[in-house]
């Protein structure tokens, strides 16, 4: 078996030195060297794009990583491992979800809750599980991660959630399945987002910091928000999908130039007053779809010239 790994820092390439947590200068992970020492079996390849916290991850990072994706030779190996930091995790697997989610052979994305010498690290378990479910034939962009209740769950990278303050990730509409007794276990159909590809290897998407995500909070004031250089807006919502709109429109319609997406909301549940209100002022639901990767998807859509920015996120 043959894998290409790109790696971007985060935990799972860290040690701990002089007093915190940071990448290795080497780039070097010791998950990688370990699990190369007891299987002579599979053999990698590696590049490094990128070595940061991921907590540090900017739309320049983001770019670099595209490239270094669209450079990997799909005839030439069995699979992609990504190895990348837990704090942005859902956000950079979204991002490769959209831009890979054709991609003929299986996408792993890797991260590790703890750096690869705490006893309690998951680190080697989620590695390990993705050379499995690459030798196995799995296909799609995943992220295997072993939660804290010691289940190793799998997610379609696109359906993602952020990991909650315990290591825990969740994904939008549940895991994909769960990795066991060596094999992969379904628990729903694979459900991935998908983007209008309208780029080609020679014209990669560039993003920028031009789409602006917003977070509904108690008593939030829209005023002190500002808008310059900003071409679309995605809100995320409360739980139950709602948000202030007594403050929220009067904003958006002080805008009318921007246009405003909603999200997380679910297609089969009924709208609050609220939501139907800025829906009704001209925001567009976004249905169906973890606001993570709603965001990642709209940084995209800013990035092209063919569709309009509504045109890409339908």
């Not at 990991?163 to 628990?187: I, R």
């Not at 031009?210 to 310059?228: C, E, F, K, V, W």
């Not at 567009?284 to 920015?309: F, G, H, R, S, V």
Request: charged letters at 20%; hydrophobic letters at 40%.
């Amino acid at each position: 078996m043959y894998i290409l790994l790109i790696m971007t820092g985060g935990t799972i390439g860290s040690s701990f030195d002089g007093g915190s947590i940071n990448v290795r200068r080497d780039g070097r992970s010791a998950v990688v060297d370990r699990y190369r020492s007891e299987h002579r079996d599979v053999r990698f390849d590696t590049v490094h794009p990128l070595n940061i916290l991921s907590e540090s991850v900017t739309c320049h990072d983001f770019n670099i990583l595209a490239k270094a994706l669209f450079e990997v030779d799909t005839a030439a190996y069995d699979g992609v491992i990504v190895t990348a930091g837990s704090d942005s995790l859902a956000y950079l697997s979204a991002f490769v979800g959209l831009l890979l989610g054709d991609c003929p052979i299986p996408v792993m994305i890797v991260a590790a809750n703890k750096i690869l010498t705490a006893p309690d690290s998951n680190g080697y378990e989620n590695f390990s599980c993705a050379v499995d479910l690459i030798g196995q034939g799995a296909r799609g962009v995943l992220v295997p991660y072993r939660n804290t209740d010691g289940v190793l769950y799998v997610h379609a990278a696109t359906d993602l959630r952020q990991s909650d303050f315990f290591d825990n990730f969740d994904s939008f509409h549940g895991a994909y399945g769960v990795f066991e007794n060596g094999a992969l276990h379904e628990k729903r159909p694979y459900i991935a987002q998908q983007i209008p590809r309208v780029f080609d290897r020679d014209r990669l998407p560039q993003i920028g910091d031009n789409a602006l995500m917003l977070t509904a909070y108690p008593m939030q004031d829209y005023s002190r928000i500002g808008t310059d250089g900003v071409r679309a807006v995605l809100h995320t919502l409360y739980h139950s999908g709602t948000l202030d709109a007594d403050r929220f429109v009067p904003w958006m319609k002080a805008h009318p130039a921007l246009p405003v997406f909603l999200a997380p909301l679910h297609s089969g549940r009924k709208r609050y007053q609220t939501t139907v209100d800025a829906i009704n002022a001209g925001a567009i639901p976004l249905y169906d779809i973890a606001p993570e990767c709603a965001y990642m998807k709209l940084l995209l859509a800013c990035a092209q010239d063919e569709l309009t920015i509504e045109d890409y996120m339908a």
